[in-house]
């Protein structure tokens, strides 16, 4: 029954069982055809390849005689046999049939279907030599499996790498060097544990000048140390970690140590290191395993074999260390400038006072209250800083008005009234050429503004004066009104306070007048503070020298700045 059934098959099946036949007919170096049983008898699925397949539909039909059931409930999966041939006239060279059985379902399965020449023991022999080379086959495709999952995984670590490396460059590209060494290793540090998949990583950092674990301190640590400071003390004192040069150490490798008996498998050590500045030393502790129960890794297929630290760990490692310790460089170096900045300011707040004893002290208390007013308006925390910093450098202009009559004793004269008025405008030019302070340039230019207009120097109104300027409108007044001056005594606070009070919203900002009740508590701290330091001595010091030799305002801002760094 040598029908054609071809159509009948799935085209994905017909194929993968094509595949047996070219095989089978190459190994026996006979014809080999596909076939079908169903109630009928066996069918030819596709067209026929050899002559003999007649011979081999009635060998088939043979074999199948002693089954009491379908092939297909006989054989599981595929399924090689073979039957002895009887000598037929037709076929007298012809000794086995080789039957290939591959099931598709629980009724139905296709047979690959040949007679040979070859007889049994060399058919046993092919099997044995077959056998063999699926041995082979299957001990390279273990292999392989291996290799690709360890392939996988490396893909997987170093995607992980790159995404842990982008985040970390846009974190040093957002970072604010205001933020401090702890804060910004809590938001590196945590993923870097996950990604190099060390049980602990800490950061170290020296305290004083000393090598007992007393000197250091653990500034910051994610997940659970297995050694205690003074451990960590000895490993990096012995190890001498210098900077570009991280450590690593994994068992094998550092026995004459006595971490180990403490649950110390293996670890890193980075110095955190820039610009010839020490900032601490980087550690991570004991890689993590399959079985692992810390909280948080990520454990991969490379810790089945690859549980020590290696040149991917470190990399990671020392890249965290580099991010860490140019923060830490570039946060000094903002410091450092702040603090030249603010030296330099107060040198030239000094040579003010140096012109006028009986001003000591005052750009610093109006600095101060016109901070807290500004807190009190709910200004934001950089304005505040910012009003504070307009507020030292208030009466700078106060430098180029002449002493005889800044420092005059009696009532000025209209003349010399519109000389004092020119200060805010003397001090404008004086910072307007400096970028670093060109925020504060609306306080002192319009510090003496008045809300209804009638202010100086420019007349401005209302919210057309800038915040800066009427908040320290407020803060200069008050502190001027209640200190003692070369032409009067000091005013009664409550008075002062009263003035403040109805000259609101003619006078004054009734925001910032609102403002300055608010902090009183704490504006009152200030002026008692002040009054009761030594600024008033130390200020008549340099007045009367000032008095006694030809100092002009140049001389005396160069000495107040090396007393700043004295």
Known sequence: ???????????????????????????????????????????????????????????????????????????????????????????????????????????????????????????????????????????????????????????????????????????????????????????????????????????????????????????????????????????????????????????????ELTAETFGLRNFIIVRICRSGVDFGWLVAANRAVLGSDADGLRVNASCLSGWEFGTFEVGAVNAAAIMLGTHARNSQLFREREELLLGVVRALINAVDAKDAYTCGHSDRVASIAQRIARKMNLGATECERIYMAGLLHDIGKIGIPDDVLCKTGKLTEEEYGVIKQHPEIGYSILKHVKQLEYVLPGVLHHHEAYDGTGYPHGLAGEEIPVYGRVLAVADSYDAMTSTRSYRKA????????????????????????????????????????????????????????????????????????????
């Open 1 to 255: 029954m040598m029908n054609d059934i071809h159509t009948t098959l799935p085209g994905q099946v017909l194929g993968a069982v094509e595949q047996y036949r070219v095989l089978f007919s190459r190994r026996f170096n006979a014809p080999f055809s596909i076939w079908m049983q169903t109630d009928d008898g066996f069918h030819l699925v596709g067209p026929s390849h050899d002559a003999t397949d007649a011979n081999v539909e009635r060998h088939l039909a043979r074999w199948h005689a002693g089954f009491t059931a379908p092939i297909a409930e006989q054989y599981f999966e595929p399924t090689v046999v073979s039957h002895p041939v009887e000598t037929l006239e037709d076929c007298d060279a012809v000794s086995e049939l080789v039957i290939q059985v591959v099931p598709q379902h629980a009724s139905m399965c296709l047979l690959v279907a040949g007679l040979t020449q070859q007889s049994r023991s060399e058919l046993v022999s092919q099997l044995a030599a077959s056998t063999m080379q699926q041995a082979d086959s299957q001990a390279e495709l273990q292999d392989a499996r291996g290799c690709l999952a360890e392939y996988a995984d490396q893909v997987t670590n170093d995607f992980e790498e790159l995404a842990w490396l982008r985040g970390l460059a846009e974190h040093i590209e957002v970072c604010d060097v205001k933020s401090d060494f702890v804060s910004v290793s809590n938001s590196v540090l945590p993923t870097l544990r996950e990604l190099i998949n060390a049980e602990s990583l800490a950061l170290i950092r020296r305290t004083a000048h000393g090598h007992s674990p007393q000197d250091y301190e653990c500034a910051f640590t994610v997940g659970s140390s297995p050694i205690d400071m003074a451990t960590w003390v000895e490993l990096i004192e012995t190890c001498e970690v210098k900077p570009g040069r991280p450590v690593v150490r994994n068992a094998s490798r550092f026995h």
């Open 491 to 566: 005013m009664d606070t409550e008075k002062a306070k009263q003035i403040l009070r109805d000259g609101s919203g003619a006078q004054w900002d009734p925001e910032a007048v609102k403002g300055f009740f608010a902090a009183l508590p704490e504006i009152e701290e200030i002026c008692q503070e002040n009054h009761a330091g030594g600024w008033v001595q130390d200020s008549a010091e340099l007045y009367e020298k000032r008095v006694s030799e030809p100092w002009d305002a140049l001389s005396a801002a160069l000495t107040a700045l090396e007393n700043v760094y004295d």
